[in-house]
């Protein structure tokens, strides 16, 4: 089992940047596959981005692609997810999941673990 903790969410100007972390306890992060999801008031929980155990294989929602990028550090049993170019329609609140699939999977039901969510709030 794991538990994840978000962070790095916060209000920032169109065009800005964030930095969203989310930290993983126990031993075998290295294990786990890991995505980011958002959800913004009254839509569906979106996917975002997901990387595989060893950090090779990634993949992200077109809206973001060339603005977000995903990273991991498994000596830190942290997942990172950069948020450049930022857009009003990017407000959500941000979730970071965990399964053990070998590939990174884009479909929210198929993630075992979830943090609590860290709120990004574009301005324009």
């Known amino acids: 089992q794991v538990q994840l903790v978000e962070s790095g969410g916060g209000l920032v100007q169109a065009g800005g940047s964030l930095r969203l972390s989310c930290a993983a306890s126990?031993?075998?992060?290295?294990?786990?596959?890991m995505g980011w999801f958002r959800q913004a008031p009254g839509k569906e929980r979106e996917f975002v981005a997901a990387?595989?155990?060893?950090?090779?294989?990634?993949d992200y929602v077109d809206s973001v692609k060339g603005r977000f990028t995903i990273s991991r550090d498994n000596a830190k049993n942290t997942v990172y997810l950069q948020m450049s170019s930022l857009k009003p329609e990017d407000t959500a609140v941000y979730y970071c999941?965990?399964?053990?699939?070998?590939?990174?999977?884009?479909?929210?039901?198929?993630?075992?673990?979830w943090g609590q969510g860290t709120q990004v709030t574009v301005s324009s």
């Open positions: 126990g031993r075998t992060f290295s294990s786990y596959a």
């Open positions: 990387i595989s155990r060893g950090g090779i294989v990634i």
């Open positions: 999941a965990a399964n053990r699939l070998i590939t990174p999977a884009t479909t929210a039901q198929l993630y075992d673990y």
